[in-house]
Antibody
Framework: EVQLVESGGGLVKPGGSLRLSCAAS????????MNWVRQAPGKGLEWVSS????????YHVDSVKGRFTISRDNAKNSLFLQMNSLRAEDTAVYYC????????????WGQGTLVTVSS | DIQMTQSPSSLSASVGDRVTITCQAS??????LNWYQQKPGKAPKLLIY???NLETGVPSRFSGGGSGTDFTFTISSLQPEDIATYYC?????????FGQGTRLEIK
């Protein structure tokens, strides 16, 4: 059974940093691209970042470029999102999502971890 | 960025009704479109991929269609467990973008 379990969320002040993690199991992690998708409270879904299975290709939405960095450790079946210079508008539930087709389709999602940016 | 516009934003229907949601892309995306269901407090779930293909294990009352800029998502006979918000998502271009969502309620 495919499982994705996020951790690392919490309350942080504006300008602060957090590192999110996603532990994957039940599939061959190194065979899949992975993504972070976020959802602000009461709002819709926003794709944030994606990383190719061997980390050769990395993409971020413009609003987080220069502040967020996606990475992965295939040996540990783990995905990460380093978030720096956090802003109030980054407040959201952050979901880890497996990518079935090389950046096209999010076929499995974790339960999400809440990041709150507030003073 | 490709803008995805769903309509309606919310919808109230009765059990057994046929329900249709539309999604319009701001430019041609061929059939590079997926549909997701999100129940309250839960993660989204993939229902339809490549505009019209039913994900494994998803009930056949769900269907999708369209290509280019105009797409539809249909529930042929609404069930109580279908109460959720539905999102379309394009993957023709980066950034991947979602529609704003359609909240479906039981009348």
């Amino acid at each position: 059974e495919v499982q994705l379990v996020e951790s690392g969320g919490g309350l942080v002040k504006p300008g602060g940093s957090l590192r999110l993690s996603c532990a994957a199991s039940g599939f061959s992690f190194s065979d899949y691209s992975m993504n972070w998708v976020r959802q602000a409270p009461g709002k819709g879904l926003e794709w944030v970042s994606s990383i190719h299975r061997n980390s050769n290709y990395i993409y971020h939405v413009d609003s987080v470029k220069g502040r967020f960095t996606i990475s992965r450790d295939n040996a540990k079946n783990s995905l990460f999102l380093q978030m720096n210079s956090l802003r109030a508008e980054d407040t959201a539930v952050y979901y880890c999502a497996r990518d079935r087709g090389g950046g096209t389709t999010f076929d499995y999602w974790g339960q999400g971890t809440l990041v709150t940016v507030s003073s | 960025d490709i803008q995805m516009t769903q309509s309606p934003s919310s919808l109230s229907a009765s059990v057994g009704d046929r329900v249709t949601i539309t999604c319009q892309a701001s430019q041609d995306i061929s059939d590079y479109l997926n549909w997701y269901q999100q129940k309250p407090g839960k993660a989204p779930k993939l229902l339809i991929y490549d505009a019209s293909n039913l994900e494994t294990g998803v009930p056949s009352r769900f269907s999708g269609g369209g290509s280019g800029t105009d797409f539809t998502f249909t529930i042929s006979s609404l069930q109580p467990e279908d109460i959720a918000t539905y999102y379309c998502q394009q993957y023709a271009n980066l950034p991947r973008t979602f529609g704003q969502g359609t909240r479906l309620e039981i009348k």
